[in-house]
């Protein structure tokens, strides 16, 4: 069975793949099937953006699409990123180093270092039916760097989940599939795939 990821982001990629891993599931991204356009997220919500992007890559590439929109509330800067998590501040453009920098810098003046990470995942099944999951997870935000971080990841070496020691990026896979916004979406998408391969087989 073959799945679209409607997304380029590495490290997405990566996250979702280890929480797939051990379905009998072929995981492709929009470059390798050389869909190079991206949609626009007009949404208002992750699960607005979430959807949008599933409709559209599932339309592009007439495959069983899964797509997610997640960003970070942070409690101090009420409003300001969420779904523009990623064009906020040094903007779309910016490397991962250059955002995360900035948003250190952002964070200086802030007493409340409260935040909480919000995952909305679409997927879009092979007859077109639409099936939707959302992962949440709250902590705080860290002073500065404490580890490395995926491509595309730069918060998750700055973001402790609440009752760990260390940030999401410094964790193991099982323990951030465990407790991540985006793992625990994605657990709940494992549940609903190994029931849809199931009653196929039957």
């Known amino acids: 069975m073959q799945i679209l990821l409607g997304t380029n982001n590495p490290g997405k990629v990566i996250e979702i793949g280890e929480g797939m891993h051990g379905l009998p599931v072929t995981l492709l991204t929009p470059d390798a099937l050389q869909i190079i356009d991206i949609p626009n997220e007009t949404g208002t919500t992750f699960a607005e953006n979430a959807v949008l992007k599933a409709r559209y ?108 020691l260390q940030v999401f990026s410094a964790l193991s896979i099982e323990q951030k599939n465990s407790t991540s916004h985006r793992g625990r979406a994605v657990t709940l998408l494992r549940e609903h795939l190994e029931k849809e391969i199931a009653e196929k087989a039957s």
């Open 57 to 164: 890559y599932f339309e592009k590439s007439a495959l069983p699409t899964v797509a997610d929109d997640s960003g970070i509330l942070v409690e101090a800067l009420r409003d300001e990123l969420g779904i523009h998590t990623r064009r906020w501040g040094a903007g779309p453009k910016a490397s991962d180093e250059e955002w995360i920098t900035f948003f250190l810098d952002r964070m200086k003046r802030e007493k409340n270092r409260r935040a909480a990470f919000v995952c909305a995942m679409a997927y879009i099944d092979a007859s077109g039916s639409l099936h939707q999951f959302e992962g949440r997870c709250s902590g705080s935000i860290t002073e500065e760097l404490e580890a490395a971080y995926l491509p595309g990841l730069p918060i998750s070496a700055v973001f402790r989940p609440d009752g760990f």
